[in-house]
C-alpha cells in the first residue's frame, strides 16, 4: 500500500521543518523571478526597436534596459560607467538564483541525514530475547525513514530545473543588452553643415 503524505512527513521526523523552510524559499524565488525576467520587464520591444533604429529611446524605471537607457542619458560621455551599470542590472537580474542552488545541494543532505537518523531509531529499537525485530514494524519502519530523502529529492529537482531555465534566461537577456547597448553608446554621427562657399 503506498505510503500517504502524512506518513512521509511523519517519516521526516523533525528535519521536516527545514525540509519546509527550502521548499517554501524554493517556491517563493521560482514565482518572484519569473515574474522579475519577463521580456516586457527586462527588454520591451518597442525600447529595443528605437535603439536598433538609432531613434530616440527615453528611459524609465519600468524595465532593465530602461533603467539603463535612462543611466546613460543621465552620465553621457561616460561609457565605463554605462557599462558598469548595465553590469550590475545584470547582477540584480540574477537576484536569488544562487539560493537555488543551496537549496538544490542542501535538501538532499537534509533528507539524508533525516533518514539515517530514523534508520538508526530503526535499527536501535530491536532486542528482545531473540535479537530479532518484527518483520512488519522493521519493514514500516526502514520506508518511513527513507521518506525523508524522498522529500529532500522532490525539493533538489525543481531548484536544479527551476534555476537552471531562469539562469539561462538572464544569460540570454544578459547578450542582448550587449548588443543593445553597445547601439546605444556608439558614437552619433555629427550632423552635417552647409559647405561655406568661399
Known amino acids: 500500500m503506498p505510503l500517504a503524505v502524512i506518513d512521509l512527513l511523519n517519516g521526516a521526523d523533525l528535519l521536516i521543518y527545514p525540509l519546509a523552510l527550502c521548499s517554501l524559499v524554493l517556491v517563493y524565488i521560482l514565482c518572484e523571478r519569473t515574474v522579475a525576467l519577463r521580456r516586457e520587464a527586462v527588454i520591451p520591444d518597442d525600447l529595443a526597436d528605437a535603439l536598433v533604429a538609432g531613434r530616440a529611446a527615453e528611459g524609465d524605471e519600468r524595465s532593465v534596459l530602461g533603467r539603463i537607457v535612462r543611466f546613460a542619458h543621465a552620465h553621457p560621455g561616460a561609457p565605463e560607467g ?8 545584470v547582477t540584480r537580474m540574477e537576484r536569488g538564483l544562487p539560493y537555488l542552488e543551496v537549496i538544490y545541494a542542501g ?32 519493514t514500516s519502519g526502514v520506508s518511513l525513514a ?5 522529500i529532500g529529492l522532490c525539493i533538489a529537482i525543481p531548484a536544479l530545473i527551476g534555476g537552471g531555465m531562469l539562469q539561462r534566461r538572464v544569460d540570454k537577456y544578459a547578450a542582448q543588452l550587449d548588443v543593445l547597448l553597445a547601439r546605444l553608446l556608439a558614437p552619433k554621427p555629427a550632423a552635417s553643415t552647409p559647405a561655406q562657399s568661399a
Open 107 to 138: 535538501a538532499p543532505l537534509i533528507g539524508l541525514t533525516g533518514t539515517v537518523w530514523a534508520l538508526i531509531r530503526v535499527f536501535s529499537s530491536i532486542g528482545g530475547p531473540t535479537g530479532l525485530p518484527d518483520p512488519a514494524k522493521f
Open 82 to 89: 554605462v557599462r558598469a551599470f548595465a553590469r550590475l542590472e
Open 146 to 150: 527513507l521518506s525523508a530523502t524522498v
